[in-house]
């Protein structure tokens, strides 16, 4: 636990920073076309099936929001909060190589 962090006062008191707008809109421009992409693959059959289900996941994500995942746990469960800036340049290296096994493996699993 971090014995920095202050109860009920933000991390971030100023907000996530501002995008730029010129940067905003050419990425909006872009949306449309990206869109397009994406279904086209989806109703591909000659698609690999995993570019195909991941093109489908992003059309329902953008256009209904992604669904709620529950999650069972059972006994005594303790959250953790981790300042990654505190982190060691390998500790980090070591989250990183983790979420892309995990990323990996579900890819993996979404092809069989």
């Keep these: 636990m971090n014995a920095d962090w202050v109860k009920g006062v ?3 008191p100023s907000g996530r920073p501002k995008m730029n707008e010129a940067l905003k809109k050419t990425l909006r421009d872009g949306a449309e076309d990206a869109v397009r992409v994406w279904r086209e693959i989806l109703i591909n059959p000659e698609e690999k ?3 195909r289900n991941k093109a489908g996941e992003l059309i329902f994500s953008y256009a209904y929001g992604k669904p709620i995942q529950q999650v069972a746990m ?3 469960v303790t959250a953790t ?7 060691s340049k390998d500790q980090k290296d070591a989250i990183i190589a ?4 995990s990323f990996t493996a579900a890819d993996d699993a979404s092809t069989d």
């Design 74 to 76: 059972e006994g005594n």
């Design 10 to 12: 933000s991390g971030n």
């Design 98 to 101: 983790l979420a892309a096994q």
């Design 49 to 51: 099936s995993s570019d």
């Design 81 to 87: 909060t981790i300042d990654a800036g505190k982190l």
